[in-house]
């Protein structure tokens, strides 16, 4: 059995359901299951809508565009009479009755967003079986169990494999299931975090003991750097898993961070392929070892450098790295780099701006606090000479870092 993931990009309007159907047309020989995220954009959209229903503004204002981009793709997917556009209609109208009740933010939040995804997993279901390839839609809340903490679930593992393995022993060879959702104990909606779909796919995989997870993407597969910023940019042929992990933790976002691990552990390689071009190879990633990896640079926007000064010529010590740090750890942030003096401790964080903003009022009444915000963090992994007198040597760079194999830069723009 094979797992496929799907990102929005690969749904986002009707040519590239088409295209996604043909690719998964392709393999109709194999067990598959597929694991597809909303359709283009549809979860910034759905994130509005919950934003709407919970200031009680106007939630139909913001639905509108959104049922209206759906119906048109199932207009130029399906003959009109087809059963599909009152299922889709149905589920946007389950929107409307979720502002009738009473939830707590994130618990709404989560059943509102989790529509794009079960309304794109029907239309391509249906879509596949009007090529009769005999595509089951699976509701990965039956299979994907999480802890009530909304917008983060946590995987209940014990549950989720018991429920997934049960999928091995069924007929079918092609079943069609949602990304980035799940179910909480008291039978709510869950999401996994933004973007969480691969780790779907990984949860699926590890729990099926699958050959194989590919994730199809619109790059040609996994670059050592964003061809956006740095057109030289290459694809790695193959990545030992530990690269690949490392890599979604300084920023690059390819990979949804939680997706090696279960992966890893499990021993099933990822493969990083191309929509667009499914004869390329893309990239492996796998146990192995690989003699000379490209230098790897990674690009994290969005970064704010804050200082804790010590004011009365005490230096800093660990009871107040213990207050910085209980802070931080209460706020549930990040640091994505640190580096102390004998009077200040600095920390790079991604600047959002409202838990920033606390963060610095609490350290406050321990500290003299100093930040800048609109900075980038450049990391480059296995750095030759080059990369390495390139990146430090460029304009703007306020704080770097290096150990053998890993340099860090923070930049201002
Ligand atoms: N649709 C979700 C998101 O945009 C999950 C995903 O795409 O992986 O965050
Ligand atoms: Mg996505």
Not at 6 to 33: D, W, Y
Not at 91 to 104: D, G, H, P, T, V
Not at 197 to 213: K, M, N, R, W
Not at 402 to 408: A, F, G, I, V, W
């Amino acid at each position: 059995m094979k797992v496929f993931k799907f990102g929005g990009a690969s749904v986002k309007n009707a040519e590239a359901v088409r295209n996604t159907a043909s690719i998964i047309q392709s393999f109709s020989s194999e067990k598959l299951v597929v694991v597809v995220s909303a359709m283009g954009k549809t979860t910034n959209a759905l994130e509005r809508v919950a934003s709407a229903i919970l200031r009680k503004q106007d939630v139909l204002a913001e639905l509108k565009p959104l049922i209206e981009y759906h119906a048109e793709i199932l207009r130029q997917l399906f003959p009109s009479q087809h059963p599909v556009f009152a299922q889709v209609e149905k589920i946007f109208a389950s929107i409307q009755e979720l502002a009738k009740q009473e939830m707590l933010e994130d618990q709404l939040y989560d059943q509102v967003v989790s529509v794009g995804e079960l309304v794109s997993t029907i239309i391509l279901t249906e879509y596949l079986n009007t090529l009769n390839l005999h595509a089951i839609w699976l509701d990965a809340r039956a299979y994907v169990f999480t802890d009530a903490t909304y917008r983060e679930g946590k995987v209940d593992w014990i549950k989720t494999k018991a429920a997934i393995a049960s999928l091995t022993i069924q007929g079918s060879s092609l079943f069609i299931t949602q990304g980035f959702i799940g179910r909480s104990p008291e039978g709510f909606t869950t999401t996994l975090g933004r973007e969480g779909s691969d780790f779907t796919a990984a949860i699926f995989a590890s729990c099926l003991g699958a050959e194989s997870v590919t994730i199809w993407k619109d790059v040609p597969g996994v670059m050592n750097a964003d061809p956006k910023r740095l057109p030289a940019a290459v694809v790695f042929e193959e990545l030992p898993f530990k690269e690949a992990a490392e890599m979604t933790y300084y920023g690059a976002s390819v990979i949804h961070p939680k997706t090696i691990k279960p992966l890893a552990n499990a021993g099933i390689p990822l493969l990083v392929k191309n929509f667009d071009d499914p004869s390329l190879p893309g990239t492996r990633i796998h146990e192995c070892k690989v003699e000379e990896l490209q230098p790897l640079i990674v690009f994290k926007d969005n970064q704010c450098l804050i200082s804790c000064k010590v004011t009365d010529y005490t230096f800093i010590d660990e009871e107040q790295l213990s207050v910085i740090f209980k802070a931080l750890s209460e706020l549930d942030i990040k640091i994505n780099l640190m580096q102390n003096s004998a009077i200040s401790f600095s920390f790079c964080v991604d600047f959002r701006e409202s838990k920033i903003l606390k963060l610095i009022e609490k350290l406050q009444h321990h500290f003299e606090v100093y930040y800048n915000t609109g900075l980038t963090l450049i990391t480059v992994k296995n750095y030759d000479e080059k990369a390495f007198d390139h990146f430090r040597k460029q304009q703007g760079v306020i704080l770097e870092q290096s150990s053998r194999s890993t340099l860090q830069v923070l930049v201002r723009n």
